[in-house]
């Protein structure tokens, strides 16, 4: 089974945009197409980004939407601890992810953050991990082949 780490702002997505890319992504996982991994930092920083009072206002999400949303993340992932060793990016945030994702064994790492795309070094060393980094697009284009 392909196991997946889904950015941060994919999840995100998922829950303001029903009809986007990453919508689609969550059906898939939803009829077992791949496996995600996650960290209770990553759950704990899409927590912090659907509670931002605008993020609410604008899309009308209730404090119910939001935990129901991460209590679903947190049952159907598989778990991992992050020990922080990595530092390779400007945004600690993004060593985050990237650990994440080679301790849970992903093959993908989906993310719209052109830090993470656009740096060939940090692609190079994802890619020694087994990791390759891509853009939602490609991944359901993967996907639907």
């Excluded at 080679?102 to 692609?123: C, F, N, P, T, W």
Aim: aromatic share 8%; glycine share 4%; hydrophobic share 45%.
């Amino acid at each position: 089974m392909t196991v997946v780490l889904l950015d941060t702002n994919i999840w995100v997505s998922m829950l303001i945009n029903p009809h986007g890319f990453p919508a689609r992504l969550q059906k898939a996982w939803f009829k077992g197409q791949f496996e995600v991994v996650m960290s209770i930092p990553l759950l704990e920083e899409i927590a912090d980004v659907l509670t931002w009072p605008r993020i609410q206002k604008k899309y009308g999400l209730t404090t119910q939407n939001i935990e129901e949303f991460l209590t679903l993340l947190q049952q159907r992932a598989i778990q991992v601890i992050p020990t922080g060793q990595i530092q390779l990016c400007r945004d600690p945030d993004d060593d985050l992810v990237l650990e994440t994702a080679i301790l849970g064994k992903a093959q993908y790492l989906v993310s719209r953050d052109d830090d993470l795309k656009g740096d060939s070094d940090l692609v190079r060393y994802m890619q020694k991990h087994g990791v390759e980094i891509i853009s939602v697009q490609r991944f359901f284009d993967w996907l639907q082949n």
